[in-house]
């Protein structure tokens, strides 16, 4: 499905759904400077190198993706060969989550304001609950905000969003985006918004918010 979501553009396992979005201002960016929830845990998103064997027997995890309160998974992000990878540690071992070859770190030339992972309940119906995952796009000559949701027990990215394919950057500003999620059955919406900057000339103009099932050719996939 064409990625070239307008703004605001709303996430879905098999779409999305275009709605208006909350207010984008600085007061809605401020809730990500919060302490994490519960099954959020802290936020961890630096990229790092390609995973070693450690001892797991007194390690001290920092997301809870099974829901008993207790965390017992590790999330990082890292390049491998060009793509971008989510390394999945808990006490039983590690795995990973591959995304598609355009999937990116976040980096220079994109401002992303979220955290860069946020445990959201389960969607999917798997035993463990789904990641949304704060990334970039490469597309080309820029790159563009994007938000995917992952099926850790699938191995699978089964949700993404972005910010228009054809945007680069607004009319006084670099491009900029940041996330949150809303209250949802079954866990948290998570969503990817305009930042600051959006105009007139170069809009973006809505948000995209995570319904499982839901369909929009704004969204992306």
Not at 10 to 20: D, I, N, V
Not at 78 to 106: K, N, Q, W
Not at 179 to 203: C, E, K, Q, R
Request: charged share 20%; aromatic share 6%; proline share 6%.
């Amino acid at each position: 499905m064409d990625r070239r979501a307008l703004l605001v553009v709303l996430l879905a396992a098999s779409g999305c759904t275009p709605s208006e979005p909350a207010d984008a201002g600085p007061d809605a960016r401020a809730r990500d400077t919060a302490e994490p929830t519960d099954t959020g845990g802290t936020d961890v998103g630096e990229p790092r190198d390609a995973p070693t064997a450690t001892d797991t027997s007194t390690r001290a995890f920092a997301f809870d993706l099974d829901g008993n309160g207790i965390a017992e998974t590790d999330l990082a992000l890292r390049d491998a060969a060009g793509s971008m990878v989510l390394d999945v540690d808990t006490i039983d071992g590690h795995g990973e989550v591959r995304f598609p070859a355009d999937a990116r770190l976040p980096g220079a030339g994109v401002t992303l304001t979220g955290r860069t992972f946020r445990v959201v309940g389960q969607h999917a119906g798997t035993t463990r609950f789904e990641v949304a995952v704060l990334h970039l796009l490469d597309r080309g000559a820029h790159r563009s905000a994007a938000l995917s949701v992952v099926d850790v027990d699938a191995r699978s990215v089964i949700a993404t969003a972005s910010s228009p394919s054809s945007l680069s950057r607004f009319e006084s500003y670099e491009l900029a985006a940041f996330s949150d999620v809303l209250s949802s059955p079954g866990g948290s919406a998570p969503f990817l918004a305009p930042g600051y900057g959006d105009g007139a000339n170069i809009p973006w103009g809505y948000a995209c918010v995570f319904r499982m099932g839901a369909v929009s050719s704004r969204c992306g996939t």
